[in-house]
C-alpha cells in the first residue's frame, strides 16, 4: 500500500505534467466551460431513461442505504469536500466496471455500453447541507456529464465563475478543468448521475488523448478509487 503522502507527490507531478500536454490536446478546439449537448448526441439517450436510472437508484439503497463516501475513497477528496456528506455508488472507474453493479444496474450499464467513450459513471449523492469547495479537475482530456435525478431546491453549481442549475432529467455537460464548486443547502439530497467522457478532439489529438486516459486509468489515484470502491460493492446486498 502506496503511503498518502507519495500518492499526493506523485498526483501533483502528474498534474505538472498534463499541462502543457493539455494545451497541445485542445488546440484548434472549442474552449467553453459549458458544453453543448449537441456535439455529443449519444448521450441524450440517459436524459431518455431518466426514469429507468432514477428507478434503479432507488432500488439499490433501498437495501444498501449506506453508501461509501468520497473522502473515503480517496484521500485527495477530503480538501474539497465536507467528510461524510459526498456520497458515491461507482458503475465504472476509468474503463473499469465495477462487477457486481451489473446486477443491480442492468438498464443503466446497458445504456452505458451503447455510449463510445464513457471513463467513469456514478451517481454522485450530496447529503443536505454538502459544499464542494471551489477545485479543477486534472485533465482536459475529459468532458464531465450530469443528469439530474433528484434534485431539491437550494443546490447548484458554479463553473468558470457563473451559476447553474440541475432538472430532472436534464443534462449539463461541461469542461471540469474550469474551477467549479458545487452545493446543496436543502433539506434533502442531491442526486446526479455523472459521468466522465472521452473528449471528441481531431484524429491525432484523439489517439493521444486515448493513449494519455490509459496511463491515467492505471495511475496510483485512479487505482485507489477502483480498489477502494470495488471492495465496498463487493459487500453490497444483491
Known amino acids: 500500500m502506496l503511503s498518502k503522502k507519495f500518492l499526493n507527490y506523485i498526483n501533483k507531478l ?5 499541462i502543457p500536454i493539455e494545451q497541445l490536446l485542445v ?20 436524459a431518455n431513461h431518466a426514469d429507468e436510472i432514477l428507478a434503479e437508484y432507488q432500488h ?32 465504472r472507474i476509468y474503463g473499469r466496471d465495477i462487477p457486481k453493479m451489473h446486477v443491480h444496474f442492468k438498464t443503466t450499464m446497458g445504456l452505458l455500453k451503447e455510449i463510445p467513450g464513457v471513463k467513469t459513471t456514478f451517481f454522485s449523492v ?7 469547495l471551489p477545485h479543477r479537475g486534472p485533465y482536459k482530456g475529459v468532458i464531465r456529464y450530469h443528469l439530474g435525478l433528484i434534485v ?3 443546490c447548484g453549481i458554479k463553473i468558470d ?22 452545493w446543496n443547502n436543502a433539506a434533502s439530497e442531491r442526486v446526479v448521475l455523472f459521468l466522465d467522457i472521452e473528449r471528441k478532439l481531431p484524429f491525432f489529438q484523439s489517439c493521444l488523448n486515448r493513449c494519455l486516459l490509459f496511463l491515467i486509468g492505471k495511475s496510483p489515484f485512479v487505482s485507489e478509487i477502483y480498489s477502494n470502491a470495488k471492495d465496498y460493492h463487493a459487500n453490497v446486498d444483491r
Open 27 to 46: 488546440w484548434g478546439t472549442k474552449k467553453n466551460a459549458i458544453q453543448s449537448i449537441e456535439d455529443y448526441p449519444e448521450l441524450k439517450t440517459l
Open 14 to 18: 502528474g498534474q505538472l505534467i498534463f
Open 60 to 91: 439499490f439503497i433501498e437495501t444498501n442505504p449506506s453508501l461509501p463516501y468520497m473522502d473515503d475513497l480517496s484521500f485527495s477528496q477530503k480538501k474539497i469536500v465536507t467528510q461524510k456528506k459526498w456520497g458515491s455508488i461507482f458503475l
Open 126 to 132: 450530496f447529503a443536505p447541507k454538502t459544499h464542494l
Open 152 to 154: 431539491p431546491e437550494n
Open 161 to 182: 465563475g457563473k451559476t447553474h442549475s440541475w432538472s430532472y432529467g436534464q443534462a449539463l455537460l461541461f469542461d471540469d478543468t474550469y474551477i467549479h464548486e458545487a
